[in-house]
Every structure is written in structure tokens, then in C-alpha cells.
């Protein structure tokens, strides 16, 4: 293949022939772009790239395909994976691992690209131990991964859940109804306080504060919101926190005031990415073929502090990431 672009293949070692790529664990929206990105970015240095469907399981029961450009055209724009995810209780085990990594010595890969989650990046840290050399792109809708301030996935999610918002707040207004709306999130907030602030909500609940939310507290500022003429209130509540049909009960019980609950649940995981996921998806598999050409082994692609970064997998995993308190005392101001 011809390279139209020569500079570019300057600081690249020739070892690397072969590459595979898979998603895994939860799906999230902009995968497609990483893996377009990945299978681009090779083929354009001359590697060749294999698919690996439905995650780990893939590798494990050696359902590859080889990828080249033409497949990956009209994927950008699509949610979900055109590789297809799965959890794989296997490479929980010693022997789902030590059969992984003789896959992929069989299958003569010099490097895997694992796209996925916090779970996906620990499959890697064991794949490691047996030789195989792993490079992580970070995705998830739900931002909990320490080593990085953005995953693939997150804006999609958050934009679901705006959208959702604003009709809620339609008609909870005609009406003059209090909305409950859970979003995604089993243990991190990260989705519900920016559809909260995002959305405009009143109050929002998240895993991080579980053991300090009071019912009692959100009551009392709904009665307060209405007396001061506010004509609906917006609650958002996170996925891990739970109880959102008790609590909108609970709220029309003791205020009188209609209240609906709406779980949005898997809506969050589809639909089409958008810029900014599609933006970060396309660096992230472009800067992992890059790193794994420029012969780094078992490393993490992260974004901090605006620039992409290229970090060790086992530091990456062991990197601290605190929930930004600030965004949610602001959401409290911001709801006078
Ligand atoms: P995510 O990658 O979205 O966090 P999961 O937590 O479900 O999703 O992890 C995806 C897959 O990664 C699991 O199904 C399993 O195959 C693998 N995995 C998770 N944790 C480990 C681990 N400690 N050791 C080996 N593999 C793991």
C-alpha cells in the first residue's frame, strides 16, 4: 500500500506486522470510531489488523476476521460496536487467561488494542503477565477510569440524557409535576451530575454522597421550590443510588404534588456518537497504533489536561480520580 503521507512512517519500527483489536465489556457510543481509527491507522503503516469479535470471548474461541479500510467506511456514525462486546467470565480464571494469550501467540499478533472499560484494562494487566503485549483505549459511558479525564462514550450519554431532561421538564412544567429521572451509574456519579447541571435539574443524587442523601432534605426543597412559585422540579438520580420509584412515591406523598419517576436505563448506551466522543475515539486508536509502532509495550491511551498521553498500564490502574464536588454545589446554587 502506498503511503501518501511518507513523513509520517519516520519513526516507525518495522517489527510490527500484525495487530488485533476488540471491544469489550459495556458497549458505549464512539467505539466505532476507535476501532475505524485503529484499522485505518494501520493499514496505513502497512499493519495488518484482525478483528476480534465480542471481546475476550473472541480471542478465546478465535473469532477473527481480518479488517482493512473498507470495512470500517459508514461506521463512524454508528452507536454500539461493529465488533461486538461481551463480558467473559473466562478470563476470570487462570485457564481463560493462559488460553487467551496461546491465541494470540497462535494468531502471530505483535500487539492487541483492548477498547473497553475498567474491567477490560484488568483482563489486559493478566494477558500481560503471559506475554501479550496490550495497549488500552479508554471507553465507557460512565468516566470511571482513573487514569483519564475523558472516556469514549460519556458525552453521548450525557446528550441522551439532556434530551430526556428537556422533554421531562416539558411536561412536568405544563403540568406542574415533580420528575424523577435515574440515569447510568452503578458506582460513579459522573453522568448524573452533568445531566444534572446540564439539564437544568433541581437536585441530584449520586453514588459518591450515598451515605449522606436525605430524603428528607430533597422534600423539603420541593415544598420550598413551590412556594416560591417554581411550577416543576427536576430530580436526577443515579443509576447505584437506586429507589427512584420509593422516592417519587415518597415526594407526591408528602408534598401532594404529582410525581412521575422515568428510569432511562440502556437508552444512555446507544444512538449516534457525537463530535466530541467521535473526536476523542479517532485520537485515541490513531495515538495507540502509533504507541504500539513506536514499540511501547502494555501501556493505557489517557486524555488529561487537554493533550493525549500515553501512560503505563499497571500506574494507569493504580492512578486515583475524585468526582468534581464543585459541579454539584454549583447545581445547588444554580437551582435558587
Ligand atoms: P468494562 O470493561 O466495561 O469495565 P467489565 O467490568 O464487565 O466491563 O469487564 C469486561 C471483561 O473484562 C470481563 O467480562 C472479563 O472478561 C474481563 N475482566 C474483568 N476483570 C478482570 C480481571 N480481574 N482479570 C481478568 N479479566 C477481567
Redesign the pocket.
Known amino acids: 500500500m502506498v503511503n501518501l503521507l511518507g513523513e509520517d512512517n519516520k519513526d516507525i519500527k518495522t517489527e510490527i506486522k500484525k495487530i488485533g483489536v476488540l471491544t469489550?465489556?459495556?458497549d458505549a457510543p464512539g467505539m466505532n470510531a476507535a476501532i475505524r481509527a485503529v484499522v485505518r491507522t494501520g493499514q496505513y503503516h502497512n499493519v495488518q489488523v484482525i478483528g476480534i469479535r465480542k471481546?475476550?470471548n473472541g480471542l478465546i474461541n478465535g473469532e477473527i476476521k481480518e479488517m482493512y479500510s473498507k470495512d470500517v467506511s459508514n461506521v463512524m456514525n454508528l452507536g454500539g460496536t461493529i465488533l461486538h462486546t461481551?463480558?467473559?467470565?473466562?478470563?476470570?480464571t487462570e485457564e481463560g487467561?493462559d488460553k487467551a494469550a496461546a491465541i494470540y501467540k497462535i494468531l502471530g499478533l505483535d500487539a492487541l488494542v483492548v477498547i473497553?472499560?475498567?474491567?477490560?484494562?484488568?483482563?489486559m494487566?493478566?494477558l500481560a503477565e503471559r506475554g501479550v503485549n496490550c495497549v488500552g483505549i479508554p471507553a465507557?459511558i460512565d468516566l470511571d477510569m482513573n487514569s483519564t479525564e475523558y472516556t469514549i462514550g460519556f458525552d453521548t450519554a450525557v446528550n441522551t440524557g439532556m434530551d430526556a431532561l428537556n422533554k421531562l421538564r416539558d411536561t412536568s412544567s405544563s403540568h406542574e409535576r415533580c420528575s424523577v429521572v435515574e440515569v447510568m451509574g452503578r458506582d460513579a456519579g459522573y453522568i448524573a451530575i452533568w445531566c444534572a447541571m446540564v439539564g437544568g435539574a433541581e437536585d441530584v443524587m449520586f453514588p459518591e454522597e450515598k451515605g449522606n442523601i436525605d430524603d428528607a432534605k430533597v422534600i423539603q426543597q420541593i415544598l420550598a421550590n413551590r412556594s416560591i412559585g417554581k411550577r416543576h422540579n427536576l430530580i436526577v438520580v443515579a443509576e447505584g443510588v437506586g429507589g427512584t420509584q420509593k422516592l417519587a412515591q415518597k415526594i407526591q406523598e408528602i408534598t401532594g404534588i404529582q410525581t412521575r419517576a422515568t428510569i432511562l436505563g440502556h437508552l444512555q448506551r446507544g444512538g449516534s456518537p457525537t463530535a466530541v466522543d467521535r473526536m476523542h475515539a479517532s485520537m485515541m486508536g490513531y495515538h495507540a497504533v502509533k504507541a504500539i509502532l513506536a514499540g511501547e509495550k502494555n501501556k493505557v491511551v489517557a486524555y488529561n489536561r487537554g493533550r493525549y498521553e500515553i501512560l503505563d498500564l499497571k500506574e494507569a490502574m493504580q492512578m486515583e480520580k475524585h468526582i468534581d464536588r464543585e459541579i454539584y454545589d454549583v447545581i445547588k446554587i444554580l437551582a435558587i
Open positions: 469489550s465489556g459495556g471481546g475476550y461481551a463480558r467473559c467470565p473466562e478470563m476470570m487467561v473497553g472499560g475498567d474491567g477490560s484494562f484488568r483482563g494487566e493478566s465507557t
